[in-house]
Each structure stands twice: as structure tokens, then as C-alpha cells.
T-cell receptor
Framework: DAGVIQSPRHEVTEMGQEVTLRCKPI?????LFWYRQTMMRGLELLIY????????DSGMPEDRFSAKMPNASFSTLKIQPSEPRDSAVYFC???????????FGPGTRLTVL | AQTVTQSQPEMSVQEAETVTLSCTYD???????LFWYKQPPSRQMILVIR??????QNATENRFSVNFQKAAKSFSLKISDSQLGDAAMYFC?????????FGAGTRLTVKP
């Protein structure tokens, strides 16, 4: 099993640009989570999907952030327009039930200049 | 909202010794799971151990064990015979059906 796959691994962009982060969950998992990790705020849950449906997006910081899961094998997190304070490591994680442990991807390190 | 508190930002332990990392949480739910994750410098999040709230028996995984005190809402991680490879950030996590929360983390240093 390849595990959770995230791309790109590193992204450097300029303020105002659109950024799209991608995630492929583990096959068979039905829940997918997006997290943001910074030194100041630690690990924050942004949004999670269950069976491709967004369940809780209360962690999404602003309207500049949006997430989609068009099918069970793919999700995107988009930031438009990006700002320097969005610089962080973004993790995607998946699991197969509400109570099981999550499997994390390697993360995307985003730097907004 | 559920909160997870790790009161020790940093801990250190001598190689081969034992160390305990603390975690407390706040919840009004009766059905939930607790986890400890390890994040080494590679930043990959790795599950260390899990505990079901309905189980009274403390979970163990080789050198890792937990002390789960449900009434006190406490969930500490004990690492025995510490190894250099145990050096990492450790996150305590709470999971219920509709919620997932992580603590701020404890950075563990292992001294040779």
C-alpha cells in the first residue's frame, strides 16, 4: 500500500497566487482530513470529509480556503489568493471509520512570499 | 468544544531510561478514542498507540504504554528503555464520531 499521497511536497509561491494542494487517500478509506501545522498554532483540523461529503469545515480559516473531494480517491485544498500567513505544512490524512487511527500523508510545505 | 492539553512543551530523557508524557482532555462524550502520534524530524506523523475509552485496560505496544484515567480525563504515555530514535514531537489526540483534536505537542529529546 502506497499510503496517503500528497502533492506537491514543497510549494513556493508569491502572495496573491492561487495554490492547490492535492491528496490521494488510502484505497478503501472513507474519511479524509486536511490539517495545517504551524509553530504558532500547532496542528489544526481544517476540514474533513466522510464518504466524499464535507462534514465539518469549521476549521477553514477564511473564504480564501476551499476544499473538494470529487471522488473517493482524490481531494484538493485550494487557497486563493494566498497570503504569507498561509505558510505552513499542510497534511492530509485518511481513515476507514470514525474511530480508527488516521494515516497521514507526508505533508506539503507551503511558503508564500 | 473538546480540548486536548499537553502541559509539557519539552521533555528529555537519558537513553535506556523511562519517560512519561502527560495529556489531559476535556469532553462531555462517553464514546471516543485517544491516540499518541509521533512526529520525527522527517515530519511524518506516525501512530504510536491508541486507547478505546470503553476499555479499562491500558493499551501497550512494546516499549510504549499508556495510563488512561477516564474519570480524570488523563491519558499519559510512558516510554520505557528510551532509544535515540524515540526523539521526536509527540502529539496526544482525541477522536469522537464528529471531532478530531490534537494537543500542542511535547518535544522529546533523548540523551545518549
Amino acid at each position: 500500500d502506497a499510503g496517503v499521497i500528497q502533492s506537491p511536497r514543497h510549494e513556493v509561491t508569491e502572495m496573491g497566487q492561487e495554490v492547490t494542494l492535492r491528496c490521494k487517500p488510502i484505497s478503501g478509506h472513507n474519511s479524509l482530513f486536511w490539517y495545517r501545522q504551524t509553530m504558532m498554532r500547532g496542528l489544526e483540523l481544517l476540514i474533513y470529509f466522510n464518504n466524499n461529503v464535507p462534514i465539518d469545515d469549521s476549521g477553514m480559516p477564511e473564504d480564501r480556503f476551499s476544499a473538494k473531494m470529487p471522488n473517493a480517491s482524490f481531494s484538493t485544498l485550494k487557497i486563493q489568493p494566498s497570503e504569507p500567513r498561509d505558510s505552513a505544512v499542510y497534511f492530509c490524512a485518511s481513515t476507514w471509520s470514525s474511530y480508527n487511527e488516521q494515516f497521514f500523508g507526508p505533508g506539503t510545505r507551503l511558503t508564500v512570499l | 468544544a473538546q480540548t486536548v492539553t499537553q502541559s509539557q512543551p519539552e521533555m528529555s530523557v537519558q537513553e535506556a531510561e523511562t519517560v512519561t508524557l502527560s495529556c489531559t482532555y476535556d469532553t462531555s462524550e462517553s464514546d471516543y478514542y485517544l491516540f499518541w502520534y509521533k512526529q520525527p524530524p522527517s515530519r511524518q506523523m506516525i501512530l504510536v498507540i491508541r486507547q478505546e475509552a470503553y476499555k479499562q485496560q491500558n493499551a501497550t505496544e512494546n516499549r510504549f504504554s499508556v495510563n488512561f484515567q477516564k474519570a480524570a480525563k488523563s491519558f499519559s504515555l510512558k516510554i520505557s528503555d528510551s532509544q535515540l530514535g524515540d526523539a521526536a514531537m509527540y502529539f496526544c489526540a482525541y477522536r469522537s464520531e464528529y471531532d478530531m483534536r490534537f494537543g500542542a505537542g511535547t518535544r522529546l529529546t533523548v540523551k545518549p
